[in-house]
């Protein structure tokens, strides 16, 4: 076990559908800033875990599914995938002990020592800005790690902090010499924001009144994406699929720290 951390009076949303698996309209930042959804206090304690290939291999999986998404999900050799998080610096979130599947992964996988991975060969066709950076880290001595992290809808933001910094300091004994990475992939996703608007609410001179579907702006799965962005080196975003948007962001060493430090002063104010 890595470590431990008690989330005593967290605010936790009821699930506005009990039965669905994931509800989109539920993301990080409706925890931290609240709404005039009913609310319950509960007592948590997240345990925080290194990666366990006999355990946790299915789990992260799914957790990778759920990242990439139904379409490019099937282009990504996830067991493969798999494979490379659990034998990276990975740090798990789970609460009913080392033996249960994770709620929630954060992994480092070295870029340079995987380049020929599954996974790194669809980053470098995923976007030319991206496939340009890589190539500039091929032809350098600068190390770059490919950032995988997912978690449960509804896991708290404040998780986030402690779960960065208890692996980076793991990466800090692999690599040894108390080094960091200097560049982070990392992989997220958003969503599309909807809402009704009435049609003679667009357009004054049409007569019939009609329901139409507009698209408002992009919200964020995880909270800590919206510091992620302010500080990248390059941003990626997909095209819409569905209503979900895949983000690639890549940021180096001392962005990566800075962000992780702003979102821990931010939840602190919530």
Same mark, same amino acid.
């Given at each position: 076990?890595?470590?431990?951390?008690?989330?005593?009076?967290?605010?936790?949303?009821?699930?506005?559908?009990?039965? *669905?698996?994931?509800?989109i309209?539920?993301?990080?930042?409706?925890?931290?800033?609240?709404?005039?959804q009913?609310?319950?206090?509960?007592?948590?304690?997240?345990?925080?875990?290194?990666?366990?290939? %006999?355990?946790?291999?299915?789990?992260?999986?799914?957790?990778?599914?759920?990242?990439?998404?139904?379409?490019e999900?099937?282009?990504? +050799?996830l067991?493969?995938?798999?494979?490379?998080?659990? $034998?990276?610096? /990975?740090?798990?979130?789970?609460?009913?002990?080392? $033996?249960?599947?994770? @709620?929630?992964?954060?992994?480092?996988?070295?870029?340079?020592?995987?380049?020929?991975?599954? @996974?790194?060969? @669809?980053?470098?066709?995923?976007?030319?800005k991206?496939?340009?950076?890589?190539? /500039?880290?091929?032809? *350098?001595?600068?190390t770059?790690?490919?950032?995988?992290?997912?978690?449960?809808?509804?896991?708290?933001?404040?998780?986030?902090?402690?779960?960065?910094?208890?692996?980076?300091e &793991?990466?800090? +004994?692999?690599?040894?010499? %108390?080094?960091?990475?200097?560049?982070y992939?990392?992989?997220?996703?958003?969503?599309? =924001?909807?809402?009704?608007?009435?049609?003679?609410?667009? /357009?004054?001179?049409?007569? /019939?009144?009609?329901?139409?579907?507009?698209?408002?702006?992009? &919200?964020?799965?995880h909270?800590?994406?919206?510091?992620?962005?302010?500080?990248?080196?390059?941003?990626?975003?997909?095209?819409?699929?569905?209503?979900?948007?895949? *983000? @690639?962001? =890549?940021?180096?060493?001392?962005?990566? =720290?800075?962000?992780?430090?702003?979102?821990?002063?931010?939840?602190?104010?919530?």
């Amino acid at each position: 076990m890595v470590g431990v951390i008690k989330l005593s009076e967290l605010s936790k949303k009821r699930a506005v559908d009990d039965e *669905s698996d994931i509800d989109i309209f539920s993301t990080d930042s409706e925890n931290g800033q609240g709404s005039d959804q009913e609310q319950e206090i509960v007592n948590i304690d997240f345990d925080f875990f290194n990666g366990n290939p %006999d355990v946790d291999f299915h789990a992260l999986k799914n957790l990778m599914r759920q990242l990439f998404g139904a379409q490019e999900s099937n282009k990504i +050799q996830l067991s493969e995938l798999a494979d490379l998080i659990l $034998e990276s610096p /990975t740090t798990t979130i789970k609460t009913d002990g080392k $033996e249960s599947d994770p @709620y929630c992964f954060l992994s480092f996988i070295d870029y340079k020592a995987n380049k020929d991975s599954d @996974y790194a060969k @669809y980053l470098r066709k995923t976007d030319s800005k991206l496939a340009s950076f890589l190539q /500039t880290i091929d032809q *350098s001595d600068k190390t770059c790690s490919l950032v995988m992290s997912e978690r449960l809808i509804n896991m708290p933001p404040e998780v986030v902090p402690p779960l960065y910094n208890i692996t980076m300091e &793991d990466v800090k +004994q692999v690599l040894g010499d %108390d080094k960091n990475y200097d560049f982070y992939v990392i992989v997220s996703r958003k969503y599309e =924001v909807n809402f009704d608007m009435d049609e003679d609410d667009l /357009t004054s001179n049409q007569a /019939t009144r009609k329901k139409v579907r507009q698209t408002n702006e992009v &919200d964020y799965f995880h909270e800590e994406d919206r510091f992620f962005e302010k500080v990248a080196k390059v941003h990626v975003d997909s095209e819409s699929r569905k209503g979900l948007i895949t *983000s @690639y962001m =890549v940021l180096d060493h001392a962005g990566l =720290v800075k962000s992780i430090q702003d979102l821990d002063a931010a939840i602190k104010t919530w």
